[in-house]
């Protein structure tokens, strides 16, 4: 079955990308949980993190994480930001390819549900 991110990644599939690069791609969440909600996700396709068994699996994730930190600087977030990922069907995954969800712009609660 295609993959829905493998499109957006692929520009097959419309999403508002905020951020691209030959490892990453960050885009506007559909559903947005807060006023700054963005998926940010390896180009090559893995699962979750539970995916990440090798080095260049880990390296896709990690930069990621850089691209976090760019886009939370660049957008001023200085009073907080939240990183979340799902990994499997107790943890709420919805889509099976690894996404990191940005979330700030409200005081987000803790533990989360
Ligand atoms: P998760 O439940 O952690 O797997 O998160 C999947 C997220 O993808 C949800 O927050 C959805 O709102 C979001 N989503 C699903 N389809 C799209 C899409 N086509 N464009 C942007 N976000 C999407
Ligand atoms: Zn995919």
Redesign the pocket.
């Known amino acids: 079955m295609p993959c829905?991110f493998c499109k957006?990644v692929a520009r097959e599939?419309p999403?508002e990308i905020v951020y691209q690069d030959e490892h990453v791609t960050a885009?506007?969440?559909?559903?947005p949980?807060a006023p700054t909600h963005i998926?940010i996700i390896p180009n090559a396709h893995l699962v979750s993190v539970d995916d990440l068994a090798d080095e260049v699996a880990v390296n896709a994730a990690a930069q990621c994480l850089r691209v976090a930190r760019e886009i939370a600087r660049a957008r001023g977030l200085t009073n907080g930001y939240r990183l979340v990922t799902?990994i499997g069907a107790d943890a709420?995954?919805?889509?099976f390819h690894l996404?990191f969800?940005l979330l700030a712009g409200r005081r987000l609660s803790w533990p989360p549900g």
């Open positions: 829905l957006i599939l999403a885009f506007k969440d559909l559903h949980r998926l799902n709420g995954q919805s889509v996404h969800h």
